[in-house]
Nanobody, 119 residues
Framework: QVQLVESGGGLVQAGGSLRLSCVASGSIFGSNVIGWYRQAPGNERELVAIITSGASTNYASSVKGRFTISRDNAKNTVYLQMNSLKPEDTAVYYC?????????????WGQGTQVTVSS
């Protein structure tokens, strides 16, 4: 089992910044990918950014140049630094872990943290 706890969400004005944190605990071994996803009311959940255990990253085109994902393996923590926030970024942001527990592929989600960007 892997437990994920997100924090750092809140209310911010357009153009402002927030940093989200995802702390992972449990059976974390070998290759894995942690991603940030978001879901706005009426929309489907979408990928925002991912980072692998080898520190490779990928971003949605809508956040490139504004958001940065990073990983501190010693602390089992992944961060999402969000700059130049726009009202369109308003959503619940979820942390996701994908990896292997022994020979089994696992997929875990955090509880989500609300990000609201005012005009």
């Amino acid at each position: 089992q892997v437990q994920l706890v997100e924090s750092g969400g809140g209310l911010v004005q357009a153009g402002g910044s927030l940093r989200l944190s995802c702390v992972a605990s449990g059976s974390i071994f070998g290759s894995n990918v942690i991603g940030w996803y978001r879901q706005a009311p009426g929309n489907e959940r979408e990928l925002v950014a991912i980072i692998t255990s080898g520190a490779s990253t990928n971003y949605a085109s809508s956040v490139k140049g504004r958001f940065t994902i990073s990983r501190d393996n010693a602390k089992n923590t992944v961060y999402l630094q969000m700059n130049s926030l726009k009202p369109e970024d308003t959503a619940v942001y979820y942390c996701n872990y994908q990896g292997y527990s022994g020979a089994y592929y696992v997929d875990y989600w955090g509880q989500g943290t609300q990000v609201t960007v005012s005009s």
